[in-house]
């Protein structure tokens, strides 16, 4: 579903932020990346819809080239959901019509079944009560899971987050994670930046480990864990366990 080829990255002329990266996921996998902060957690994820351009390599999704200036870019990231660490809703629209405006305006999806489909995804992510709410009246863990629900609404093949607990208070970060383990039981292929080593645990398929814009590391979560095979690693582990 994903993957990259010689991935190499630099901002400016000295900054080489990705150093050939090789990595595939498959149709269904969770993917966990890690890593200390500034290790390209971040760009790494933002290659995948062109939020970032590489200098050097490939990346493909779901037989789509996302580095060549040929691809349609909406057909990308339809393809393609991002969550981020901040919630971007829109904060004049409703709950519903943040979810519904994409569909309706990229898609081309009748209001109608916009409409029918907004509110099926509010029920999964246990937020139908507040389809006519505004951001601004939801906290920060409601918020996160609007935003979930508004990245599925294009029908994504593909669902990335880049720390999407981390802006949370504590008492939220399970509310989101709840739904994103749900989302990875319904088959969803997910890449999923975060330090949230429960969940690492109990949902990945595979663990990355990202250092100075390396891979380091790329193993099963319990692999990762009990065994890690780098002093990095071993490091990383020490500082956030
Ligand atoms: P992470 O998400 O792992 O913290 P990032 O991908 O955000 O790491 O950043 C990796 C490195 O690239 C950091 O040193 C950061 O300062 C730098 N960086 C990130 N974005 C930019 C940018 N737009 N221009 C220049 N340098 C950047
Ligand atoms: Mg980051």
Not at 136 to 144: A, E, I, K
Not at 193 to 201: I, K, L, P, Q
Request: hydrophobic share 40%; with cysteine.
């Amino acid at each position: 579903m994903i993957r990259f080829n010689n991935v190499n990255k630099w901002y400016g002329r000295d900054h080489h932020v990705l150093k050939n990266l090789n990595l595939e996921v498959r149709q269904g996998e969770v993917v966990v990346v890690c890593g200390p902060s500034g290790s390209g957690k971040s760009t790494l994820i933002r290659t995948i819809n062109q939020l970032e351009a590489i200098n050097d390599g490939e990346i493909w999704v779901d037989g789509i080239q996302a580095n060549s200036t040929k691809t349609n870019i909406n057909k990308l990231r339809e393809e393609v959901g991002f969550v981020f660490q901040h919630f971007n809703l829109y904060p004049h629209l409703s709950v519903l019509e943040n979810i519904t405006l994409a569909p309706i305006n990229v898609k081309k999806v009748p209001a109608a079944q916009a409409n029918q489909q907004a509110l099926e995804l509010l029920e999964r992510v246990g937020l139908l009560n507040k389809k006519d709410a505004y951001p601004s009246n939801l906290s920060g863990g409601q918020q996160q899971r609007v935003a979930i629900a508004r990245g599925l609404a294009m029908n994504p093949r593909v669902m990335l987050f880049d720390e999407p607990t981390s802006a949370l208070d504590p008492e939220m970060i399970g509310e989101v994670l709840g739904v994103m383990k749900q989302l990875a039981e319904s088959g969803m292929t997910m890449m999923v930046v975060t330090h949230e080593m429960g969940f690492a645990r109990e949902v990945a398929d595979r663990v990355i480990f990202l250092d100075h814009g390396e891979i380091v590391e790329d193993t099963m979560p319990e692999n990762f864990f009990t065994n890690p095979q780098t002093d990095r690693a071993k490091q990383f582990l020490r500082q956030i366990l």
